[in-house]
């Protein structure tokens, strides 16, 4: 009588082989948040990762004792309850089964509050994300993470507010972005980056982001996300100088350089070499590098690019002819190379060219000079000799 009186307001249900719920009284009905659970399936009711126990549990009651399930209620969406299932005179074919819940949610629910709050506070000192709430007043409070990644000690707040350690380059931006996100015309996947000024004076990267919840009571105010991306920010400046470097190397060089595809194809050119062929980058670019070499050295040059690309030469140096777009002939040295991409894998040539025009004339004037009467210009005594 005892164990009837302590079970009172248990959910009690009647349910066919079949799953099939055939009975249930107005507990089960108010446990289950509807009121037209018969003819429904049991296991529609419960957690999608309780159901397969449970239907074990009703396919042979007799092995297993209570069990503490979930279920899915409609109007709360969902609640825990213990399962106890009855297998007095059970008869797996023409028989039912007798299954009573007790609801278990409000004596779950404060301790799972309790782990949760814990949980939830826990994490929120541990973050390496800067949380801050800024209240309608200019009032803010931030997370622990604030002091101790920009070097302050707990509890230090800034005279000037905390706008006062954003860069003054800034300022203006993250203004705006706040005022924006107080608008609604912000979301909060939408981050500004603004410098801040740590404790050692010096200023770090982040990625801000925000939300307004000063209608939460549980907030007020705008909840203010600021993710390090020093590191970050560092790494992109460092590309971004390499490149700067690298164009202005490759923009001022008195060297003619071009990026060769692997197709032949000129993909960019300085204006040293444009100058030595007397062309354009417009009239360079998309070229092949046919069009600007000599007939006769074009199939060396072809050759050294393919080996190249097979990794059966890596670097090449080969004088060559180049033909200026008026006709005349300029001899290069040239110094080609290919790029590989991360894996590996040809991605471009890079070609250096000097214009040695100017070395060839001088070397067959002396050579001229070596083998030829200076008087009458006739072949002399040595170059006879060569010739005999």
């Not at 023409?94 to 779950?108: A, D, Q």
């Not at 939408?190 to 410098?195: I, T």
């Amino acid at each position: 009588m005892d164990n009837e009186e302590e079970r009172a307001d248990d959910a009690r249900l009647v349910v066919e082989p079949s799953g099939k719920i055939r009975e249930a009284d107005d507990s089960a009905e108010r446990l289950f948040g509807r009121s037209n659970l018969i003819g429904a399936p049991l296991l529609e009711h419960l957690h999608p990762t309780d159901r397969r126990i449970v239907a074990s549990i009703l396919t042979t009651p007799q092995q297993h004792g209570a069990r503490v399930v979930r279920l899915i209620d409609q109007g709360l969406g969902s609640q825990v309850a213990e399962l106890h299932v009855s297998y007095d005179a059970w008869d797996p074919i023409k028989g039912s089964i007798n299954v009573s819940l007790r609801g278990l949610s409000t004596f779950v629910a404060p301790s799972r509050t309790a782990y949760n709050t814990a949980r939830l506070e826990k994490l929120f000192l541990a973050s390496t994300d800067i949380i801050t709430v800024l209240m309608p007043d200019g009032e803010w409070n931030a997370s622990p993470a604030g002091t101790r990644i920009l070097g302050h000690q707990p509890g230090y707040e800034p005279e000037g507010g905390l706008l006062s350690l954003v860069h003054p380059d800034d300022l203006e931006r993250a203004a705006v972005a706040l005022s924006e996100v107080a608008g609604g015309v912000r979301t909060q996947r939408e981050a500004v980056r603004v410098r801040v000024r740590a404790a050692d004076g010096e200023y770090m990267h982040f990625d801000c982001s925000g939300q307004d919840l000063t209608h939460d009571p549980d907030v007020g105010g705008i909840v203010i996300v600021a993710r390090d991306v020093t590191g970050e920010q560092r790494a992109e400046d460092e590309r971004a100088d390499a490149e700067a470097r690298y164009r202005a190397t490759f923009e001022r060089s008195p060297l003619g350089i071009a990026m060769i595809g692997l197709d032949g194809l000129v993909i960019e050119a300085n204006d040293s070499l444009c100058r030595m062929v007397g062309r354009d980058q417009d009239a360079l670019v998309g070229k092949t590098v046919d069009d600007i070499v000599h007939p006769s050295d074009r199939v060396p040059l072809s050759e050294h690019l393919a080996n190249q690309q097979t990794g059966a030469l890596m670097r090449a140096s080969e004088t060559i002819r180049l033909v200026h777009e008026d006709g005349h002939t300029v001899w290069a040295l040239t110094d080609t190379s290919v790029i590989e991409h991360a894996d590996g894998s040809p991605a471009y040539h890079i070609a250096l060219v000097a214009d040695i025009t100017d070395r060839k004339r001088l070397e067959a004037r002396l050579e001229h000079q070596a083998f030829h009467d200076s008087l009458t210009g006739l072949p002399n005594r040595a170059r006879l000799g060569e010739l005999l």
